[in-house]
T-cell receptor
Framework: GQNIDQPTEMTATEGAIVQINCTYQ??????LFWYQQHAGEAPTFLSY??LDGLEEKGRFSSFLSRSKGYSYLLLKELQMKDSASYLC??????????WGAGTKLIIKP | DVKVTQSSRYLVKRTGEKVFLECVQD?????MFWYRQDPGLGLRLIYF???????EKGDIPEGYSVSREKKERFSLILESASTNQTSMYLC?????????????FGPGTRLTVL
Protein backbone atom coordinates (compact mmCIF):
# COMPACT_ATOMS: atom_id res chain seq x y z
CA GLY A 1 0.00 0.00 0.00
CA GLN A 2 0.91 3.64 -0.17
CA ASN A 3 2.17 5.33 2.94
CA ILE A 4 3.40 8.73 4.05
CA ASP A 5 4.96 9.07 7.52
CA GLN A 6 5.52 12.28 9.43
CA PRO A 7 5.89 12.94 13.15
CA THR A 8 2.59 13.85 14.75
CA GLU A 9 3.85 16.80 16.74
CA MET A 10 7.06 18.76 17.28
CA THR A 11 7.98 21.60 19.60
CA ALA A 12 10.63 24.23 18.95
CA THR A 13 11.76 27.56 20.35
CA GLU A 14 11.30 30.94 18.73
CA GLY A 15 14.44 31.90 16.78
CA ALA A 16 15.66 28.31 16.49
CA ILE A 17 15.77 25.87 13.56
CA VAL A 18 13.50 22.85 13.14
CA GLN A 19 13.51 19.99 10.64
CA ILE A 20 10.28 18.15 9.85
CA ASN A 21 10.82 14.78 8.22
CA CYS A 22 8.62 12.90 5.78
CA THR A 23 9.19 9.37 4.52
CA TYR A 24 7.12 7.81 1.82
CA GLN A 25 6.37 4.53 0.10
CA UNK A 26 4.25 5.07 -2.97
CA UNK A 27 3.56 3.44 -6.30
CA UNK A 28 5.74 5.69 -8.38
CA UNK A 29 6.84 9.24 -7.75
CA UNK A 30 6.13 12.46 -9.61
CA UNK A 31 7.06 14.96 -6.96
CA LEU A 32 6.59 15.88 -3.33
CA PHE A 33 4.71 18.86 -1.92
CA TRP A 34 4.82 20.62 1.43
CA TYR A 35 1.83 22.65 2.57
CA GLN A 36 1.33 24.76 5.69
CA GLN A 37 -2.01 24.76 7.49
CA HIS A 38 -2.79 27.10 10.37
CA ALA A 39 -5.47 25.90 12.76
CA GLY A 40 -8.93 26.37 11.26
CA GLU A 41 -7.55 27.59 7.94
CA ALA A 42 -6.90 26.26 4.45
CA PRO A 43 -3.62 24.55 3.58
CA THR A 44 -1.30 26.81 1.61
CA PHE A 45 1.50 25.74 -0.73
CA LEU A 46 5.10 25.91 0.51
CA SER A 47 7.23 23.87 -1.88
CA TYR A 48 7.39 21.25 -4.61
CA UNK A 49 10.42 18.98 -5.15
CA UNK A 50 10.80 16.52 -7.97
CA LEU A 51 14.61 16.32 -8.21
CA ASP A 52 17.02 15.34 -5.45
CA GLY A 53 18.56 18.08 -3.44
CA LEU A 54 17.79 21.13 -1.40
CA GLU A 55 15.58 24.00 -2.50
CA GLU A 56 15.69 27.18 -0.45
CA LYS A 57 12.94 29.74 -0.26
CA GLY A 58 13.63 32.40 2.33
CA ARG A 59 13.47 30.94 5.84
CA PHE A 60 12.07 27.67 4.51
CA SER A 61 14.00 24.95 2.66
CA SER A 62 12.87 21.58 1.38
CA PHE A 63 15.08 18.58 0.70
CA LEU A 64 14.38 15.44 -1.30
CA SER A 65 16.13 12.09 -1.66
CA ARG A 66 14.20 9.89 -4.06
CA SER A 67 16.43 6.86 -3.52
CA LYS A 68 15.67 6.96 0.22
CA GLY A 69 12.01 7.93 -0.10
CA TYR A 70 12.70 10.85 2.19
CA SER A 71 12.11 14.56 2.40
CA TYR A 72 12.44 17.21 5.05
CA LEU A 73 11.24 20.74 5.54
CA LEU A 74 13.70 23.01 7.31
CA LEU A 75 12.43 26.13 9.02
CA LYS A 76 14.99 28.69 10.19
CA GLU A 77 14.70 31.68 12.52
CA LEU A 78 11.40 30.38 13.81
CA GLN A 79 8.66 32.87 14.48
CA MET A 80 5.50 32.41 16.53
CA LYS A 81 3.46 32.63 13.32
CA ASP A 82 5.16 29.41 12.13
CA SER A 83 3.01 27.49 14.63
CA ALA A 84 0.93 25.39 12.26
CA SER A 85 0.57 21.92 10.81
CA TYR A 86 2.88 20.98 7.97
CA LEU A 87 1.51 18.52 5.43
CA CYS A 88 3.67 16.33 3.21
CA UNK A 89 2.07 14.96 0.01
CA UNK A 90 3.47 12.77 -2.76
CA UNK A 91 2.27 12.65 -6.35
CA UNK A 92 2.18 8.98 -7.32
CA UNK A 93 2.52 7.26 -10.70
CA UNK A 94 -1.13 8.05 -11.50
CA UNK A 95 -0.55 11.71 -10.66
CA UNK A 96 -2.74 11.35 -7.58
CA UNK A 97 -1.70 13.13 -4.39
CA UNK A 98 -1.12 10.94 -1.36
CA TRP A 99 -1.20 12.99 1.84
CA GLY A 100 0.52 12.48 5.15
CA ALA A 101 -1.40 13.14 8.36
CA GLY A 102 0.59 16.30 9.01
CA THR A 103 3.01 17.46 11.68
CA LYS A 104 1.76 19.94 14.24
CA LEU A 105 4.56 22.38 15.04
CA ILE A 106 4.36 24.25 18.33
CA ILE A 107 6.63 27.26 18.76
CA LYS A 108 7.45 28.37 22.29
CA PRO A 109 8.82 31.80 23.20
CA ASP B 1 -5.29 37.00 -5.95
CA VAL B 2 -6.34 33.38 -6.13
CA LYS B 3 -9.58 32.63 -4.36
CA VAL B 4 -11.53 29.51 -3.50
CA THR B 5 -14.68 30.01 -1.47
CA GLN B 6 -16.94 27.51 0.26
CA SER B 7 -20.55 28.18 1.05
CA SER B 8 -20.40 27.61 4.80
CA ARG B 9 -17.69 27.50 7.45
CA TYR B 10 -19.83 25.52 9.88
CA LEU B 11 -22.83 23.31 9.22
CA VAL B 12 -24.94 21.13 11.51
CA LYS B 13 -27.28 18.57 9.95
CA ARG B 14 -29.40 15.64 11.11
CA THR B 15 -28.86 12.02 10.15
CA GLY B 16 -30.62 11.25 6.88
CA GLU B 17 -30.68 14.82 5.59
CA LYS B 18 -29.44 15.67 2.13
CA VAL B 19 -26.49 18.05 2.38
CA PHE B 20 -25.04 20.33 -0.27
CA LEU B 21 -21.55 21.80 0.04
CA GLU B 22 -20.70 24.42 -2.55
CA CYS B 23 -17.28 25.49 -3.77
CA VAL B 24 -16.48 28.32 -6.16
CA GLN B 25 -13.13 29.32 -7.63
CA ASP B 26 -12.42 32.53 -9.51
CA UNK B 27 -9.17 31.50 -11.22
CA UNK B 28 -10.54 29.72 -14.30
CA UNK B 29 -8.94 26.48 -13.09
CA UNK B 30 -9.67 23.24 -14.90
CA UNK B 31 -9.31 20.93 -11.91
CA MET B 32 -11.37 20.88 -8.76
CA PHE B 33 -11.22 18.53 -5.80
CA TRP B 34 -13.17 17.61 -2.69
CA TYR B 35 -11.31 16.25 0.35
CA ARG B 36 -12.22 15.40 3.88
CA GLN B 37 -9.78 15.96 6.73
CA ASP B 38 -10.02 14.03 9.98
CA PRO B 39 -7.67 14.15 13.00
CA GLY B 40 -4.72 11.80 12.66
CA LEU B 41 -5.42 11.09 9.01
CA GLY B 42 -4.12 12.72 5.86
CA LEU B 43 -6.41 14.51 3.49
CA ARG B 44 -8.55 11.93 1.73
CA LEU B 45 -9.82 12.56 -1.77
CA ILE B 46 -13.56 12.09 -2.23
CA TYR B 47 -14.10 13.18 -5.84
CA PHE B 48 -12.35 15.31 -8.40
CA UNK B 49 -13.17 16.89 -11.73
CA UNK B 50 -10.96 17.79 -14.68
CA UNK B 51 -13.63 19.55 -16.69
CA UNK B 52 -17.21 20.72 -16.68
CA UNK B 53 -19.68 17.83 -16.30
CA UNK B 54 -16.79 15.48 -15.74
CA UNK B 55 -16.16 13.68 -12.43
CA GLU B 56 -13.88 10.97 -11.14
CA LYS B 57 -14.06 8.99 -7.92
CA GLY B 58 -11.31 9.48 -5.42
CA ASP B 59 -10.34 7.19 -2.56
CA ILE B 60 -13.54 7.44 -0.50
CA PRO B 61 -16.53 8.25 -2.75
CA GLU B 62 -19.09 6.09 -0.93
CA GLY B 63 -21.99 8.12 0.40
CA TYR B 64 -21.08 11.17 -1.70
CA SER B 65 -21.82 12.51 -5.15
CA VAL B 66 -20.69 15.64 -6.98
CA SER B 67 -21.86 18.05 -9.62
CA ARG B 68 -19.91 20.36 -11.90
CA GLU B 69 -22.29 22.19 -14.19
CA LYS B 70 -20.08 25.26 -14.53
CA LYS B 71 -16.30 25.51 -14.62
CA GLU B 72 -16.07 27.66 -11.51
CA ARG B 73 -18.40 25.64 -9.29
CA PHE B 74 -18.00 22.16 -7.81
CA SER B 75 -20.65 20.84 -5.45
CA LEU B 76 -20.40 17.95 -3.01
CA ILE B 77 -23.62 16.18 -2.11
CA LEU B 78 -24.25 13.90 0.82
CA GLU B 79 -27.35 12.02 -0.27
CA SER B 80 -28.27 10.86 3.24
CA ALA B 81 -25.97 12.25 5.89
CA SER B 82 -24.62 9.89 8.52
CA THR B 83 -22.71 10.56 11.75
CA ASN B 84 -19.52 9.10 10.26
CA GLN B 85 -19.56 11.91 7.72
CA THR B 86 -18.90 14.44 10.47
CA SER B 87 -15.65 15.98 9.29
CA MET B 88 -13.87 19.00 7.84
CA TYR B 89 -14.49 19.23 4.10
CA LEU B 90 -11.94 21.03 1.97
CA CYS B 91 -12.37 22.08 -1.64
CA UNK B 92 -9.35 22.78 -3.84
CA UNK B 93 -8.62 23.80 -7.41
CA UNK B 94 -5.57 23.70 -9.66
CA UNK B 95 -4.86 25.06 -13.13
CA UNK B 96 -4.44 22.06 -15.45
CA UNK B 97 -3.37 18.62 -16.21
CA UNK B 98 -0.96 16.36 -14.57
CA UNK B 99 -1.16 17.17 -10.87
CA UNK B 100 2.17 18.93 -10.55
CA UNK B 101 0.39 22.24 -10.18
CA UNK B 102 -0.19 23.76 -6.78
CA UNK B 103 -3.63 23.14 -5.35
CA UNK B 104 -5.42 26.16 -3.92
CA PHE B 105 -7.71 25.37 -1.03
CA GLY B 106 -10.86 26.93 0.29
CA PRO B 107 -11.26 27.68 4.02
CA GLY B 108 -13.14 24.45 4.67
CA THR B 109 -16.60 23.52 5.93
CA ARG B 110 -16.82 21.85 9.30
CA LEU B 111 -19.83 19.56 9.05
CA THR B 112 -21.40 17.98 12.12
CA VAL B 113 -24.04 15.30 11.58
CA LEU B 114 -26.18 14.63 14.67
Amino acid sequence: GQNIDQPTEMTATEGAIVQINCTYQTSGFNGLFWYQQHAGEAPTFLSYNVLDGLEEKGRFSSFLSRSKGYSYLLLKELQMKDSASYLCAVLDSNYQLIWGAGTKLIIKP
Amino acid sequence: DVKVTQSSRYLVKRTGEKVFLECVQDMDHENMFWYRQDPGLGLRLIYFSYDVKMKEKGDIPEGYSVSREKKERFSLILESASTNQTSMYLCASSPTGDGTDTQYFGPGTRLTVL
